[in-house]
Structures are given as structure tokens and as C-alpha cells.
């Protein structure tokens, strides 16, 4: 199959036939605000997975206002290979859990390494200004998890860079 044409398939279908269909999805470094980066894969955009604390602040008949508030740091620079970008990362397929849209239950995650960045900070509840990239940090280098954005309550999806 040649990319932009179309593919006929042609046969005989039986009950139980299947057709598995592969296609090639390389990670995909893309530079955002301030030279972040921010991370895709196919189609869709990866956010750090986030530990996650909900607390109930009202009922509203079938609704309710909930605050929720990050258990985990967050406030993470990820490392990029400047001639590899691709190999900064890995791509761990798993069994999709029963709400695929869940940090638990998502069947893809990407794994990567990144650094702390301490000055980065919360301001009014919220991360604070996203520094500019690339970033020179150093310091203990952390295994990180990204999930797709649509899986992520709270979401960090544009990391400063700090290169390798």
C-alpha cells in the first residue's frame, strides 16, 4: 500500500475473517510555545501521566463541582536526542483496560527521561510560565510516562526540551 492511494481487497469473506492492518507510527517531536516540545504519535498527542487526588466540593442533583490536584510532580523537562529524536522514547503497547480513556485503562504509553525542572513552579493553581527551550538542566534523570492526551485529567503536553 503506497501512502495517499488506495488499497482493494478483493475476496471470498467467511464469518470469522479478520484483517489485521498495520501501520508505521513513529513518535514525532514537534516544537511549540516558547520551543517546547510536545510529543505525537500517529494520531494522537501524549501528556504526562499525573498522579491524581479528586475531592468532591459540591452536589449538584446529577453533577457535581470536583477539585482535582496532582499527587506526582509535573513539572518535568524531557530529554531529546537532537540527532535521534525517535530514540528518546519507547513505545509500550498494552491490554486496553475497560475505559481505554483512563490513565489505567489506555493501551499505549510512551516512556521517556526527564529532569526536574525546579524553577518551574505553580501560580495560581495552575503551572506557572513555561520556560523557554532548549534548557540546560541537570540533575537526576526521572522515568517518565506519557499517555494520550485524552486520558489525562491533568495535563502537561508541551515539555521544555533539554537536549542530549
Given at each position: 500500500?503506497?501512502?495517499?492511494?488506495?488499497?482493494?481487497?478483493?475476496?471470498?469473506?467467511?464469518?470469522?475473517?479478520?484483517?489485521?492492518?498495520r501501520i508505521a507510527m513513529p513518535v514525532i517531536v514537534s516544537h511549540g510555545y516558547r520551543n517546547s516540545v510536545y510529543v505525537s504519535r500517529g494520531p494522537l498527542v501524549y501528556s504526562?501521566?499525573?498522579?491524581?487526588?479528586?475531592?468532591?466540593?459540591?452536589?449538584?442533583?446529577?453533577?457535581?463541582d470536583w477539585e482535582v490536584t496532582p499527587t506526582t510532580a509535573w513539572n518535568y523537562g524531557l530529554i531529546i536526542?537532537?540527532?535521534?529524536?525517535?530514540s528518546?522514547?519507547?513505545?509500550?503497547?498494552?491490554?486496553?483496560?475497560?475505559?481505554?480513556f483512563s490513565p489505567e485503562g489506555t493501551p499505549v504509553e510512551l516512556k521517556a527521561?526527564?529532569?526536574?525542572?525546579?524553577?518551574?513552579?505553580?501560580v495560581d493553581n495552575s503551572a506557572g510560565p513555561l520556560p523557554q527551550s532548549p534548557l540546560k538542566a541537570s540533575g537526576v534523570q526521572h522515568d517518565l510516562t506519557l499517555i494520550p492526551y485524552g486520558a489525562a485529567k491533568l495535563r502537561i503536553t508541551e515539555f521544555p526540551e533539554i537536549p542530549k
Open positions: 500500500v503506497q501512502p495517499g492511494t488506495f488499497f482493494t481487497l478483493t475476496r471470498e469473506w467467511r464469518p470469522g475473517d479478520t484483517v489485521l492492518l504526562l501521566a499525573i498522579g491524581e487526588k479528586w475531592k468532591k466540593l459540591a452536589d449538584k442533583g446529577q453533577t457535581a536526542n537532537q540527532h535521534d529524536p525517535q528518546s522514547f519507547f513505545v509500550e503497547i498494552r491490554h486496553m483496560g475497560d475505559q481505554p527521561k526527564g529532569i526536574q525542572i525546579k524553577d518551574w513552579k505553580l
